[in-house]
């Protein structure tokens, strides 16, 4: 659970006043890499002795898993009878992303749940967007989502979730000034601080192309991939018809597009089994969890650098979640594609009661 004791390291450097981005802890000497904000946020971690705290953390993101799989439910228009999400929650608990979350006592799936269930909400709901700023504070990977808002027309909460997140910033700056200049600044562009982008823990496009090229600076072919995707992603989520396409295309494009993005980011895959069981893609998501559950990318040489050294037929099993991720994007665009094709009168005629209803009558209309 190295990630539990960088956390509780920040905030032992809050609270005793010390450097924030100037330790390391743990044998793999691991720094503060999140923002001045989500240190303050860590202090009461230093309230509790290290095993009770290890203890917390795992019972903590056993009972999160069941929250996002109960939010999830509901983003996907799914029963959230209790036995399933009993049922749900053991089988998701072996998914590669949650146990990795799990293992290094990871905060992912706080986050993911405070920005689904902030999505998810009905759009005249009071504060919409706060939550997501505040989880875009804590790990600024999340900010993509209120690019995501903007552009599909949904400014009030796109600007409350713009003000949260800066209020969070303020705060930072209010309480570790130092701190919060040295983030801002520097640290935020020293992506060697959070860790090597082409070893198979990172799965970003970064990685993949690190890999694929067999070297560790893809550089300027990198940049080009990751710009165009971001550009892609974001105008399949502008023109899908679904609310919840439109927020799983942002969030595979958000982690694609990460120069980091570690396996156990990957949490997002618990939504989108949810949406492709809702849809009635069953054979998809057997193929999906199946793929999460398979952990292929431990499966091959990963010692040293022999992920730079990988043949071709091995690419593939070293970066199956960017790949999905581009598959997601491309099934996206398939369906928006295909609804646009269909004619005036057939387009706005009720649906039969068989079909799954569309998303965006339940959770608000892009």
Known sequence: MADTLVYRAEGAAVANGTALYGFSVTEWRLPATYPPFAAILFVPTTWLPVPALKVVFVVGNALLLALLVRLSCRFAGLPARPPLIIAAVAVGLWL???????????????????????????????????????????????????????????????????????????????????????????????????????????????????????????????????????????????????????????????????????????????PLLAVLIAEGRLRTAAAVTALFLARTLWLVPHQGEQDLKLPWWQQPLASPYPLLGLAVLALALSLGNRRAAVPGPRATAPRKQSEPSDMSTRLGAN
């Open 96 to 270: 590669e992303p949650v146990f990795q979350t799990l293992l290094f006592g990871q905060i992912n799936l706080a986050l993911v749940c405070l920005v689904l269930w902030d999505l998810s909400r009905d759009e005249e709901a009071l504060g919409k967007g706060f939550a997501l700023g505040v989880a875009a504070g804590v790990k600024l990977t999340p900010a993509v989502f209120i690019v995501y808002l903007l552009i599909t027309g949904r400014v009030r909460a796109g600007l409350t979730a713009l003000a949260s997140f800066t209020g969070t910033v303020l705060l930072g700056a209010l309480v570790l000034p130092y701190a919060s200049v040295d983030f801002w600044t520097r640290r935020i562009f020293e992506t060697g601080r959070v860790g090597k982008v082409w070893i198979v823990d990172n799965q970003s496009l970064q990685g993949l192309l690190a890999r694929l090229l067999h070297t560790p600076e893809p550089g300027p072919v990198w940049i080009a991939t990751a710009a165009f995707t971001a550009v892609a992603g974001l105008w399949i989520a502008r023109r899908s018809t679904s609310t919840a396409w439109g927020v799983l295309v942002t969030a595979m494009t958000a982690l694609l597009v990460s120069p980091i993005s570690w396996s156990h980011h990957w949490v997002w895959c618990v």
